[in-house]
């Protein structure tokens, strides 16, 4: 008697519980999205949706052309919808790997896009996001038969030369929640159409605090841990891979000073031949010096910006809670950059 | 002779003891096998010109050259028994005129008639009521031994147990010479009087175990013992179950591995297979060729056979929770060629799936029912042509295809044909389950499978033994690797051993 009512109860929370799974589609009739761009134009939100190119089946079936869908409504959900309305297929965005956000939405403010991937069943936290300096629709149909798919997961991996800076609507939206700003990489479009990376935007929850490119680039690459992939190009023809990065974070007290220490393993591939020790470590003082430029300049903008998106002072409030002062460390102190370089051991 | 059922037609089914009430006499015995065609009496004088008397056999049952030299013959020749009468001449045949390993003297009619069924002859003295010699020249007419054709051996024994129990004791006996090899004989059905023998090691096999096997096999009370499942169903605690409780093997090797275990075994006539109890989970797992093989070698076999049982009971439920609810969770190019694969199938996926299971079903049956030279055409038609027919004409998708394929041989890796077609079962139902509620209908899919496995009990010994406290006793050795055998010093503590070491 007591087992079957233990199974009668089990059975109306099984029962209750299937009320809210998601219903079943059908795949062969859905068109599965893997480019998201949205901009802001004239006072609405473009939604421009992208499958990039679609497989070939089982059997060989023949490969399709992407199917871009695009919509302007007032609304982001609106747009949305009206995309997912304008194709013959069913349209699935659970696929969406890839988010543009076009230069005036960010600048307006792009948490409304960011928090959709937190509601919105199908999307998901995962995609990568970019910023794209320019329209988010003309990044997402460039690319042709491929679609822009295939390059964007170039750049966001770092394959093919390309330092692999990407960031996902998950991380951006931590930061933005913990940090009050991110850091989002930034694209785009030469003349033929190809995306290119360029340098990095800093969002704030209300909008764009500003774009960091060059050598400003370079060293957000370098404080973030990333930019293994990069060559260095110095003087005499000679160029130096970077194979590996990592940073650390040292307080000194006494001047209130927060001080990024980062070093950096490099590789000499072009112009190494024959060199001395002398040399070599002449070279490794010309790479030290040119990265602290980059790094203390990307510094100084933060700091002026008191953009703390690296969530500087908050992780040394975590190491030195009682030494580093209230919660304005990032603002009060004075930031600084130190980096040593090494060449990585051959062989 | 008429239609109408007897009263007692109507009645439980009530015991007979004895059987046949008759008080013995020649007369007797041959009203009791009127109308049987079979049965043959012949009368002769002792010496040739001293008393008469009538032998009785069942053509077919008794061997004619036995009967001839045996009995007739002596009979008919010794010059001793001419002048012999009554009571003189019984004690000269019982004491050693007759070429008989054994005669044996019966006064009730029942051991008289089953003697004549299992072979004897019957030898009634003119003028001597109530008594009769019975002295077997049994037949031997039988199936020679084969091959274990569902177990087949790469590296071992490769004889396989006949229809004739006293052949497959002696099999087992040839293995496990130790007298402490017991076997009881049980005669069971009422119209199939079949000798069913327990088998067990004693010192080694739990004696409650025995005594639970015996009384269950005594009190079976039915017509007759013409398949396994006979036996099967009237010895295991649960039938609502489509997991096997009980083992079974062709190979008298694993029976008697099985009985070293400290596992009771059940051989009955007519059945070229032994029983082995209790049957715990990871005996379907096992083959004969296990403890042949290179630990590591038979470890990886055994991992190979676990997750091939997963394989062929989640896949089918899998795709359809995949494809049908969580299409997410496939990788993207995965699910750009399913898409492509399946934009011109009419069909939904569910169906598709099911559909496809069904046809599976359909073709191994087929190919079952047939000889095998055509089960072999049928396979290759309704596999190749009609499969790749209908991926074709887009009635199905080729993932499907593919996935359906997948479980289906998965399943061929079950050494237990019992255990495989469990696994088929519950597919179907998980299947169903998962076109209901995706991933989550799967997952409560699973906790009801192993709800439902954890409840089992042989017994005593819970079904899930090897990989679970329940019998609180300690597990022998691991279950799903095999160690080398010199590290295998433990007999399985679930099974309730007397002797939990195995060696030194």
């Not at chain 1, 800076?165 to 479009?189: I, K, M, S």
Request: with cysteine; hydrophobic share 40%.
């Amino acid at each position: 008697m007591r087992r079957r009512t233990w199974l009668l109860l089990a059975l109306l929370g099984l029962g209750m519980a299937w009320g809210g799974l998601p219903r079943g589609r059908e795949m062969g009739s859905m068109a599965l999205i893997r480019t998201l761009g949205v901009d802001w134009e004239d006072g609405q939100y473009v939604v421009t949706a992208s499958t990039g190119r679609r497989a070939r089946g089982f059997q060989g079936e023949e490969a399709m052309e992407p199917l871009i869908l695009s919509a302007r409504r007032d609304t982001l959900s609106a747009a949305l919808a009206a995309v997912a309305a304008g194709s013959e297929q069913e349209v699935y965005f659970g696929y969406v790997d890839q988010l543009l956000l076009g230069r005036e939405l960010a600048e307006r403010g792009a948490l409304p896009v960011l928090e959709r991937f937190i509601g919105e069943e199908e999307l998901g936290l995962g995609a990568q996001v970019w910023l794209i300096c320019g329209q988010a629709k003309a990044a997402v149909t460039c690319g042709g038969e491929e679609g822009a798919e295939p390059r964007l997961t170039v750049l966001a991996k770092g394959e093919e030369g390309s330092a692999g800076f990407g960031r996902t609507v998950g991380a951006v939206l931590t930061d933005l929640n913990e940090n009050g700003c991110a850091y989002v990489p930034a694209l785009e479009q030469d003349q033929r159409g190809l995306l290119w990376e360029k340098g990095c935007g800093i969002l704030e929850a209300d909008g764009l605090r500003g774009w960091l490119f060059g050598a400003q680039a370079q060293g957000m690459k370098l404080l973030t841990g990333g930019g293994a992939g990069d060559v260095i190009e110095l003087a005499g023809g000679r160029a130096a891979e970077i194979v590996g990065v990592r940073t650390g974070l040292t307080w000194d007290e006494d001047s209130r000073t927060m001080v990024v220490r980062c070093r950096i393993a490099l590789r000499l591939t072009e112009g190494g031949a024959g060199l001395a020790q002398e040399e070599r470590e002449a070279l490794l003082r010309q790479i030290e010096t040119l990265e602290e430029e980059r790094i203390g300049g990307t510094l100084r903008t933060l700091s002026n910006w008191k953009s703390d998106c690296l969530g500087l002072g908050r992780r040394l409030r975590a190491e030195h809670p009682f030494r580093t002062g209230g919660k304005d460390v990032f603002s009060n102190s004075t930031l600084r950059g130190a980096v040593q370089a090494v060449w990585e051991p051959s062989g | 002779m008429s239609g109408e059922p007897t009263p007692q037609a109507e009645q439980p089914h009530p015991r007979k003891t004895p059987r046949l009430k008759q008080r013995l006499s020649l007369e007797a015995l041959t009203q009791v096998f009127s109308d049987c065609a079979d049965f043959s009496a012949r009368q002769l004088r002792l010496g040739g010109t001293g008393q008469v008397v009538t032998v009785c056999w069942l053509e077919g049952m008794a061997k004619t050259e036995r009967l001839n030299d045996y009995v007739f013959r002596p009979l008919a020749q010794d010059r001793r028994l001419e002048a012999a009468q009554g009571e003189a001449a019984l004690a000269l045949l019982v004491q050693g005129t007759l070429y008989a390993q054994k005669v044996k003297v019966e006064r009730e009619m029942d051991p008289v008639a089953q003697g004549l069924i299992g072979g004897s002859c019957a030898l009634f003295l003119q003028g001597e009521k109530e008594r009769a010699l019975v002295i077997p020249v049994p037949t031997e007419e039988k199936r020679s031994i084969g091959q274990p054709e569902n177990e087949p051996s790469l590296k071992g024994a490769r004889d396989s147990f006949a229809e004739s129990v006293r052949t497959n004791t002696s099999l087992v006996r040839r293995r496990l010479r130790a007298p402490e090899l017991k076997i009881v004989e049980c005669v069971a059905g009422r119209q199939s009087l079949t000798p069913v023998d327990i088998l067990w090691l004693e010192g080694i096999a739990d004696p409650d175990t025995v005594d639970k096997v015996r009384r269950r096999i005594e009190d079976m009370d039915i017509d007759g013992i013409q398949a396994a499942g006979n036996i099967e169903e009237y010895v295991i605690d649960r039938v609502d179950t489509p997991f096997p409780l009980i083992c079974y093997t062709q190979r008298p090797d694993r029976f008697c591995q099985g009985l070293l275990e400290g596992r009771v075994g059940i051989l009955c006539d007519g059945l070229a297979l032994g029983h082995l109890l209790p049957g715990t989970i990871d005996q379907f797992f096992k083959t004969g060729q296990d403890r042949a093989y290179h630990w590591l070698v038979a470890s990886m076999l055994s991992c190979v056979r676990y997750l091939c049982a997963v394989i062929t009971l989640l896949v089918p439920g899998l795709y359809i929770a995949l494809v049908t609810y969580h299409p997410e969770a496939i990788p993207v190019k995965l699910a750009l060629s399913i898409v492509s694969a399946k934009q011109e199938v009419p069909f939904s996926t569910v169906f598709e799936v099911l559909i496809m299971l069904v046809a599976f079903e359909i073709l191994q049956e087929a190919g079952l029912r047939l000889p095998s030279t055509i089960g072999a055409t049928v396979s290759i038609l309704g596999g190749l042509v009609v499969g790749n027919a209908a991926v074709d004409a887009r009635i199905v998708s080729p993932a499907v295809l593919i996935a359906v394929a997948i479980a289906g041989i998965a399943g061929y890796t079950m050494p237990s044909q019992d255990f495989s077609g469990a696994l088929r079962l519950w597919r179907f139902l998980l299947a169903v389950l998962a076109s209901l509620g995706g991933l989550f209908g799967l997952g409560a899919g699973c906790v009801l499978l192993l709800y439902h496995l954890a409840g089992l009990e042989t017994f005593g010994v819970p079904y899930l033994a090897p990989f679970t406290s329940g019998a609180r006793r300690r597990c022998g050795h691991p279950t799903v690797f095999r160690l080398p055998l010199r590290e295998m010093k433990w007999r399985d503590g679930a099974l309730h051993s007397r002797n939990r070491r195995n060696q030194r």
